[in-house]
């Protein structure tokens, strides 16, 4: 919990020695409280007041790093709502894959979760873990590891409440940091040890937060920290409880043997409700979701959600204000104005390249805003496109002085004209009917 200056004053030898180069130690503590100053500046701090400080300098929840080469962050949470500052790390959403398939249906699911890529508003969108589950014996447990190690390069987590098939499966892949996950609180310290041996992060498996709680301080004093909280399989409705709780005592009440990320198995058998419990979760705080179906269509929802959800509310996804050719654009070809939203501009990218027609996108500087927001805001005037298109040396581009407005800008179309010179044409209003827009232009 951060501290304020007056609670970091009270903790200060109060001598006023100037040593920390300030004139006073209540000066010295709001440059503390604003994290502008490093705490051994004081020289004269005592043993436990340096521990309470260091401790509240700790994020409320805590990071934990899993895998090696795409390594995935999850928790430093801050905020409970979005709106209050935004969400630092996105959920990792991951893949279950039991061990008691055919080698055929393996082979195909791996193949599938391997080609969950997705590019949107110019972000790539992928899948992050594979989750071997063990349903079968050890030797087929470890055989699936094998065989999911080495199909795939993304993070795994091992799902088995075996702590012998645990462990050899470490011996097998343990250099890659893989997550485990032993589904119950049972043998929970030998999971710890193993853990610690391999230095990679358990998974703290109990229907009750009480339990958890418990056990999250007693693997802490044996010094395992890197933690993920499940609260094992209930109703959506239930395990949303858990998470908002979990997150709820963290943030606000302080408890840090609930900071930590949190976990969640899609219960769901249906294709389509697996989607819809697993948007819940992203919602509401889950730092790992895992669910059988790796459709493309499932895992685009969940990414796409997911990108929205951990976007930064206060900034707006934009591009770089430019000229950009689509296709073999050439001195011939049209060139239509948008703004430098994502949004905006990728639905239009993705029209003028449906229309196979070779055009310039103009993408003017409006702060992430779309085409009408930054008119009401004075974001997209006809200044600021006249002044773009000078900057942006379009006239050496083309061979013509004609550019296509929005069509819902068109009220600007006779004042752009007289400050840029250029004819000016006013497009469609809809993206949707560029197609055909182009195509019929002369």
């Known amino acids: 919990m951060a501290l304020s200056g007056l609670d970091i004053y009270k903790l200060l030898p109060k001598t006023n020695c100037r040593e920390c180069g300030f004139p006073t130690c209540l000066a010295f503590a709001m440059q503390l409280a604003k994290k502008a100053v490093p705490l051994d500046k004081c020289p004269y701090l005592s043993k436990e007041a340096k521990l309470v400080l260091e401790e509240s300098s700790l994020a409320p929840i805590r990071l934990v790093v899993i895998g090696k080469d ?39 699911k791996i193949s599938k979760i391997n080609r969950l890529k997705f590019e949107r508003v110019g972000q790539a969108l992928e899948a992050n873990l594979a989750a071997i589950r063990q349903t079968s014996d050890k030797k087929r447990f470890l055989d699936v590891v094998k065989k999911v190690s080495a199909a795939t390069q993304l993070e795994l987590v091992l799902i088995s409440s075996d702590l012998q098939a645990q462990k050899e499966a470490l ?15 049972q043998n929970i310290a030998d999971f710890a040890k193993l853990a610690l041996e391999y230095k990679t992060s358990l998974v703290v498996a109990s229907p009750s937060l009480e339990e958890i709680s418990n056990l999250t301080k007693d693997l802490k004093k044996q010094g395992l920290e890197d933690l993920v909280l499940d609260t094992a399989s209930k109703s959506l409705a239930k395990k949303i409880w858990d998470l908002t709780q979990i997150r709820r005592l963290a943030l606000k009440k302080k408890d840090r043997s609930f900071g930590y990320p949190t976990l969640v198995i899609v219960g769901e ?84 390249e ?89």
Not at 409 to 436: F, H, N, R, T, Y
């Open 70 to 108: 795409k390594k995935i962050e999850l928790g430093n949470e801050t905020v409970l709502f979005r709106h209050e500052d935004k969400f630092y790390h996105p959920a990792a959403i991951g893949f279950i894959i039991d061990d008691n398939s055919s080698d055929k249906e393996i082979d195909v």
């Open 269 to 352: 058998k249906d294709p389509y409700l697996q989607v819809v419990e697993a948007a819940d979760y992203i919602a509401k705080y889950a730092s790992i979701v895992l669910l059988e179906g790796a459709e493309p269509w499932q895992a685009l929802s969940l990414l796409t959600l997911r990108q929205n959800i951990y976007s930064d509310p206060q900034k707006p996804l934009q591009i770089e204000p430019k000229l950009y050719p689509i296709g073999q654009a050439d001195e011939k070809s049209p060139v239509l104005v948008t703004t430098n939203f994502s949004l905006s501009y990728y639905t239009v990218l993705g029209e003028v």
């Open 171 to 185: 011996g097998l892949i343990g250099a890659r940091k893989p997550l485990l996950h032993p589904q119950s609180a």
């Open 354 to 442: 449906a229309s196979k027609t070779p055009s310039y996108i103009m993408s003017v500087n409006t702060e992430g805003m779309s085409v009408l927001t930054a008119w009401a805001a004075e974001k997209f005037t006809p200044e600021k496109i006249a002044s773009s298109l000078e900057e942006f040396g379009v006239k050496d581009k083309v061979g013509h002085k004609r550019i296509i407005i929005p069509g819902y800008v068109a009220v600007m179309s006779g004042d752009l004209e007289e400050k840029s010179g250029w004819q000016v044409v006013v497009g469609p209003k809809e993206a949707s009917g560029i197609p055909s827009f182009l195509k019929n232009l002369k």
